[in-house]
């Protein structure tokens, strides 16, 4: 029984102490003689006095229970007690029976305080004194309440800091994805850069048709402005006497040609290609032996530069006429710009296709695209011969495109001695030059002719070492040997066999001439 009446007891000032001491009111007077009165307010703390009765009947019934140790009904007083009454006298020191309780306190915004609300005494009196006894495990202990509310938020706290932040088992099983939300994000991922690579190859597509479109526009003015009022006999236009002849088609050269194999084909292959882009490939194989209209061209280009430039008052009179904004000198050089874009294109587009996962069509786009890079190479080595090449007699666009170029250690006749000189092979001549200076950040190489030969009067043989040996058998010139030497094995075997191909087709030429019929019957 005494440990009832210490069990009370600290109930008791655990609940004085945890209601807030700024609120309690009346703490340190005496007792008064004035009855308390309940309020509407008190409603919710106050313990009714059936609980009490209650109480003090279990412990009577309990073997050995003496009635001094029952809790007097005093201690829960009602509107109807005084603090004065009976039983006053077994408050402690410390406990006001005059103590006026306060109104209820807001609302405590902490979670293991609003899961319960206030502490309580026992929520079934009719339990054994022996359970209420038992300290922290007894139904009615706020101190026991309030520490399984804290251990069961805290148990709460913990998990969800596990489904936030931590990883392990705990937090796959919580947020029911795993490793898979991650492998989500990667796959979410993948197809974003794949459509970002596929609208990428989208917008090449859609520059390469653009601006082919504004380059046929250009050749266009070219053909049908510029060509139409020059050979206009009516033109208004007067053509200057150095003009006439046949230095007006050094001008133009081949440029029709180009104009309407764009217009009438390679324009419209482009449109079908804008729809199924993997056929751009194929077109470009295609398009090989077209493509070699701009060896030509580009080959005249410093000669046709320099006509207009010695012109430019009688070619800017027409285009006044003709009311176009570009001259004649920047129209003149868009095939030269174009040739040089399409290599540009396609590489970009190849590298959306392969951004875009599409390897299937990368072979023939690196194909094409490895074609437009010797285009452009011969294109440009074609101009710096054109740009370099000094004393040289014979029309050199007259000569097919230029196959190869570079220094070699060669030998003309056998009484010289060995010195550099620059050897340019086109399709119908090999020409020897000196080098005169060689090329720098500032400027282009200068070379100065000194001898040719003709293929279809060639012989050569092999002679070892990264020699070989080319003789002249044209009888309209005194007979001519040249001995030269490669650099490099590579470098040899790269000249001996484009010059074993170009001999091999002249004597399949040859044949097919001699026997006509036998060729047929193949």
């Given at each position: 029984m005494d440990?009832?009446?210490?069990?009370?007891?600290?109930i008791r000032?655990?609940?004085?102490?945890?209601?807030?001491?700024?609120?309690?009111k009346?703490?340190?007077?005496?007792?008064s003689?004035?009855?308390?009165?309940k309020?509407p307010?008190?409603k919710?703390?106050?313990?009714p006095?059936?609980?009490?009765?209650?109480?003090a009947?279990?412990?009577?019934?309990?073997?050995?229970?003496?009635?001094?140790t029952v809790?007097?009904?005093?201690?829960f007083?009602?509107?109807?007690?005084?603090?004065?009454?009976?039983?006053?006298?077994?408050?402690?020191p410390d406990e006001?029976?005059?103590?006026?309780?306060p109104p209820?306190?807001?609302?405590?915004?902490?979670?293991?305080?609003?899961?319960n609300?206030?502490?309580?005494?026992a929520k079934?009196?009719?339990?054994?004194s022996?359970?209420?006894?038992?300290?922290?495990?007894?139904?009615g202990?706020p101190?026991?309440?309030?520490?399984e509310?804290?251990?069961?938020?805290?148990?709460?706290h913990?998990?969800?800091?596990r489904v936030?932040?931590?990883?392990?088992?705990?937090?796959?099983?919580t947020?029911?994805?795993?490793?898979?939300?991650?492998?989500?994000d990667?796959?979410?991922?993948?197809?974003?850069?794949?459509?970002?690579?596929?609208?990428k190859?989208?917008?090449?597509?859609a520059?390469l048709?653009?601006?082919?479109?504004?380059y046929?526009?250009?050749l266009?003015?070219?053909?049908?402005?510029y060509?139409?009022?020059?050979?206009?006999?009516?033109?208004?236009?007067?053509?200057?006497?150095?003009?006439?002849?046949g230095?007006?088609?050094?001008?133009?050269?081949?440029?029709?040609?180009i104009?309407e194999?764009?217009?009438?084909?390679?324009?419209?292959?482009?449109?079908?290609?804008?729809k199924s882009?993997?056929?751009l490939?194929?077109?470009?194989?295609?398009?090989?032996?077209?493509?070699?209209?701009?060896?030509?061209?580009?080959?005249n280009?410093?000669?046709?530069?320099?006509?207009v430039?010695?012109?430019?008052q009688?070619?800017?009179?027409?285009?006044?006429?003709l009311?176009?904004?570009?001259d004649?000198s920047?129209?003149?050089?868009?095939?030269?710009?174009?040739i040089?874009?399409?290599?540009?294109?396609?590489k970009?587009?190849?590298?959306?296709?392969?951004?875009a996962g599409l390897?299937k069509?990368?072979?023939?786009l690196?194909?094409?695209?490895?074609?437009m890079k010797?285009?452009?190479?011969t294109?440009?080595d074609m101009m710096?011969?054109?740009?370099s090449?000094q004393?040289f007699?014979?029309e050199?666009?007259?000569q097919?495109?230029?196959?190869?170029?570079?220094?070699?250690n060669c030998?003309?006749?056998?009484?010289?001695k060995?010195?550099?000189?620059?050897?340019?092979?086109f399709?119908?001549?090999?020409?020897?030059?000196?080098?005169?200076?060689?090329?720098?950040?500032?400027?282009?190489?200068?070379?100065?002719?000194?001898?040719?030969?003709?293929?279809?009067?060639?012989?050569m043989k092999?002679?070892?070492?990264?020699?070989f040996?080319i003789?002249?058998?044209?009888p309209k010139i005194p007979?001519?040997?040249?001995?030269?030497?490669?650099?490099s094995?590579?470098?040899?075997?790269?000249?001996?066999?484009?010059?074993?191909k170009?001999?091999?087709?002249?004597?399949?030429?040859?044949?097919?001439?001699?026997?006509?019929l036998?060729?047929?019957?193949?």
């Amino acid at each position: 029984m005494d440990e009832l009446v210490q069990t009370t007891t600290t109930i008791r000032k655990f609940l004085r102490n945890w209601l807030p001491l700024m609120n309690r009111k009346g703490t340190d007077k005496p007792p008064s003689s004035k009855p308390l009165v309940k309020k509407p307010s008190e409603k919710n703390l106050r313990t009714p006095q059936k609980h009490a009765e209650e109480l003090a009947e279990q412990q009577n019934q309990q073997p050995g229970a003496s009635p001094a140790t029952v809790l007097p009904s005093s201690q829960f007083p009602s509107s109807t007690q005084h603090p004065g009454g009976a039983g006053a006298g077994d408050y402690e020191p410390d406990e006001e029976v005059g103590l006026e309780l306060p109104p209820p306190m807001k609302p405590i915004q902490e979670p293991h305080l609003i899961a319960n609300g206030p502490p309580a005494f026992a929520k079934d009196a009719k339990e054994s004194s022996g359970n209420m006894a038992s300290p922290g495990k007894m139904d009615g202990n706020p101190l026991s309440e309030i520490e399984e509310i804290v251990k069961t938020t805290t148990e709460q706290h913990e998990s969800n800091s596990r489904v936030d932040g931590g990883g392990g088992v705990e937090n796959a099983s919580t947020n029911g994805h795993g490793r898979s939300h991650d492998n989500n994000d990667e796959s979410h991922t993948a197809v974003s850069d794949k459509a970002a690579a596929l609208k990428k190859r989208q917008c090449v597509f859609a520059e390469l048709m653009s601006t082919e479109e504004a380059y046929v526009q250009d050749l266009h003015e070219i053909v049908n402005g510029y060509m139409t009022e020059i050979n206009n006999t009516n033109s208004d236009i007067p053509m200057p006497e150095d003009l006439k002849g046949g230095k007006m088609k050094l001008v133009f050269n081949n440029i029709k040609d180009i104009y309407e194999w764009h217009r009438d084909f390679f324009l419209r292959a482009l449109r079908n290609c804008q729809k199924s882009p993997a056929d751009l490939g194929p077109l470009i194989k295609r398009s090989a032996t077209k493509f070699a209209l701009y060896y030509t061209y580009c080959s005249n280009k410093p000669l046709s530069e320099y006509i207009v430039s010695a012109h430019y008052q009688y070619f800017d009179s027409i285009r006044q006429k003709l009311g176009h904004r570009l001259d004649l000198s920047n129209l003149i050089i868009k095939p030269v710009q174009r040739i040089t874009k399409y290599e540009l294109l396609i590489k970009e587009i190849i590298k959306a296709t392969e951004g875009a996962g599409l390897y299937k069509e990368v072979p023939m786009l690196q194909e094409a695209y490895q074609q437009m890079k010797v285009v452009v190479k011969t294109v440009n080595d074609m101009m710096v011969v054109l740009r370099s090449l000094q004393d040289f007699d014979g029309e050199i666009t007259a000569q097919g495109s230029l196959l190869m170029q570079g220094p070699m250690n060669c030998v003309v006749d056998a009484a010289q001695k060995h010195r550099e000189l620059q050897v340019f092979l086109f399709q119908q001549i090999i020409i020897f030059a000196d080098i005169e200076k060689t090329k720098n950040q500032y400027a282009s190489p200068i070379f100065k002719y000194r001898s040719h030969i003709q293929l279809n009067h060639m012989q050569m043989k092999e002679l070892g070492d990264c020699r070989f040996q080319i003789r002249s058998t044209d009888p309209k010139i005194p007979e001519m040997t040249i001995i030269c030497q490669a650099a490099s094995q590579e470098n040899y075997a790269g000249w001996r066999d484009m010059l074993n191909k170009i001999l091999q087709q002249q004597n399949d030429l040859i044949f097919m001439l001699s026997n006509p019929l036998s060729t047929k019957n193949k």
